[in-house]
């Protein structure tokens, strides 16, 4: 798995053995570090100049900024989810705190069952917050399909695994499992074709089949009967065809 199909984690944490401690935990998890800060302006820094969809903070931490005010800078620019990691556990800090709508509040020395946890509750309400339509649920009732803005989270073991939906190309129906086709990699959930397109909110993507769906940015040439996604040939189904065909006359 590659670097953008992990959830992308900043960690601002001052103390370096436990920054890295942190870290690794983190990538042995299955998740992306994209950068340590130890102060405010390196996270802001690395915030601007990095995807980020978390971000571990501690409160007290090198600099004028403390950890509270280094998410309030953050959020400035946009709203990501944040997990607070502090020895403190005064009143005047919770609230300080609460003020910049946390994901999470874990005491030092954290647990990794109870940062994991945090994180997947983080990613998933952060998603809930940008879908008006509830999300699907695999038969563990798990939530298996999310999705903000233009990536995909999809259930993998006890994690979300990030698709970007430009490196989408195409949808295969397997009885109720659906495989996800990128160019690199696959991916099969257990959900129906037909609940994974009204999951996803991408406009490009095009049913041709009662078994397969294109992202149409990437159909190389076609026919009556059938559709060039790089060097894989999709049938194109009569009953699909004028809807396929709607979408070059719109362009």
């Known amino acids: 798995m590659n670097n953008s199909e992990r959830v992308q984690i900043l960690v601002v944490e ?27 302006p390196k996270a802001l820094q690395l ?3 990095q995807p980020v969809d978390l971000v571990l903070c501690d409160i007290m931490i090198k600099g004028e900024w403390d950890g509270i005010e280094t998410i309030r800078q953050l959020m400035t620019k946009r709203a990501v989810p944040v997990i607070y990691l502090t020895a403190l556990t ?23 069952s109870s940062l994991r946890t945090a994180i997947e509750l983080a990613i998933h309400n952060a998603t809930l917050r940008t ?5 699907e649920r695999d038969n563990n009732g798990r939530e298996a399909l999310l999705q903000i803005n233009n990536y995909l989270y999809i259930r993998q073991n006890y994690q979300f695994v990030r698709i970007d939906l430009n490196e989408l190309l195409y949808l295969e129906a397997d009885n109720s499992y659906t495989k996800l086709v990128t160019s690199n990699r696959k ?36 026919n009556d009967v059938e559709v ?7 049938p194109l189904s009569r ?12 362009r």
């Not at 009953?239 to 719109?250: E, G, I, P, T």
Request: proline share 6%; aromatic share 10%.
């Open 131 to 135: 879908s008006p339509v509830p999300a």
């Open 239 to 250: 009953s699909c065809k004028d809807d396929f065909m709607r979408h070059f006359l719109q």
């Open 187 to 222: 991916y099969i959930l257990r959900l129906t074709l037909s609940n994974m397109l009204e999951r996803i909110n991408q406009p490009g993507l095009v049913r041709i089949h009662r078994s397969y769906a294109i992202n149409i940015n990437y159909v190389e040439s076609f």
């Open 47 to 49: 915030f601007h100049n």
């Open 14 to 40: 001052d103390e370096p053995i436990l920054a890295m401690d942190l870290s690794d935990t983190l990538e042995a998890e299955g998740y992306c570090v994209v950068g340590i800060a130890n102060n405010g």
């Open 228 to 234: 060039s996604i790089g060097p894989q040939l999709l």
């Open 90 to 112: 005064d009143r005047d800090t919770l609230d300080r705190a609460k003020q910049t709508y946390p994901a999470a509040y874990l005491n030092k020395p954290w647990q990794l």
